[in-house]
């Protein structure tokens, strides 16, 4: 369900009339995409952060332009980060019939209870997101991967989850998105230390008593 927020129509300005709209508590903004030209406006800080905190990411807005209603995803935005506050942001008018590629976050579960974690395995987790297509309305927040019965050794796959997430996942089947493996011992540790030529000692690495330095003129 998307949610409506005020979007004032602003002119296009320098920038002494952009921080005066921040000081405001406003977040200077362009909105354009589905039968819309590009058009400025002006949106309440309070009212982006809120709803980006309890919807997620991948919201769909329902932005209030001069009594036309537009849904929108954030597209992009700037943020000023030594004082966490948005300083610009692009809203992209959509088609709600229409699916759409996004970003969506993965969300671990079971990790506290999975065998190679109780075993002493290393859990990793190399991509936080993975792409997939959706109609607008549904679009998830996230997707769970449960990994309570995984073991060292194990791996999971965008091909092995995506039957269970039930959505268009855009990426390819081979992408690894979790991985439990063993965990490094201190004989490993020797043996890759032995078969690194640069890992030798620093009396034989330079040159022995017999080789004087060389003097430059």
């Known amino acids: ?61 329902q932005l209030e332009v001069e009594g036309k209603k537009v849904n929108a995803v954030l597209h992009d935005y700037q943020m000023d980060v030594m004082k966490g506050e948005f300083k610009h942001a692009d809203f992209l008018a959509i088609d709600m019939n229409i699916e759409m590629e996004a970003e969506v976050n993965i969300a671990l579960t ?11 395995g290393v859990l990793s987790q190399p991509f936080w997101t993975v792409n997939i297509s959706a109609k607008p309305s549904d679009m998830p927040e996230s997707l769970e991967v449960d990994v309570s019965e995984m073991t060292v050794g194990d791996s999971l796959t965008v091909g092995d ?11 390819e089947d081979d992408k690894v998105l979790v991985t439990i493996t063993a965990p490094r011992t201190e004989q490993a ?10 890992a030798a000692p620093d009396a034989e690495a330079g040159g022995g008593p017999d080789e004087a330095p060389q003097e430059t003129e």
Not at 161 to 171: A, E, P, T
């Open 110 to 120: 079971g990790d506290d209870v999975a065998p190679g974690v109780k075993e002493g």
């Open 161 to 171: 989850l995506k039957s269970k997430w039930g959505v268009n996942v855009v990426d």
């Open 1 to 61: 369900m998307a949610t409506t927020i005020k979007a004032e129509r602003r002119e296009k300005s320098g920038r002494s009339k952009l921080t005066e709209l921040r000081n405001g508590g406003y977040v200077p903004a362009v909105v354009y995409g589905y039968e819309l030209d590009s058009v400025p406006v002006a949106v309440r800080e309070n009212d982006l952060f809120m709803t980006l905190r309890d919807e997620g990411r991948n919201a769909v807005f």
């Open 189 to 198: 540790d020797a043996d890759a230390e032995a078969a690194d030529p640069e």
